[in-house]
């Protein structure tokens, strides 16, 4: 008996229980839309203008990129400069060179 009520009120829970977690739906675009996959290749100004948009900022970052390794690149260089000197005078002042 006690089983049987434990199977009936079970029952009752599901059936008001959701039958999905949850939904998802489709991103459906016609061709033409914004974002829509263009078939037959057709670039309208919209387009065009967009991609130079594209290309111009991403030739400005890798711009910025690069000058920031050349700056990099010029400090390193003038460390290793300066540790150069620095070994040279040690060196001449042990008398390890003959000058």
């Known amino acids: 008996m006690y089983r049987q009520s434990i199977v009936k009120a079970s029952n009752g829970f599901t059936a ?8 998802t739906s489709l991103r459906v675009m016609s061709e033409g839309d914004t974002g829509s996959p263009r078939l037959g290749g057709s670039n309208d100004a919209f387009v065009k203008r967009e991609k130079a948009n594209e290309d111009y900022t ?3 970052r890798e711009k ?5 390794l050349k700056k990099k690149l010029k ?3 003038e460390h290793l400069k300066q540790l ?6 040690i060196t001449r002042e042990q ?3 003959h000058n």
């Open 95 to 97: 008398g390890g060179e």
């Open 16 to 23: 008001y229980a959701p039958r999905r977690a949850f939904a």
């Open 64 to 68: 910025e990129k690069l000058m920031d």
């Open 75 to 77: 400090q390193q260089q």
């Open 58 to 60: 991403i030739k400005l």
């Open 84 to 89: 150069s000197d620095h070994i040279d005078s």
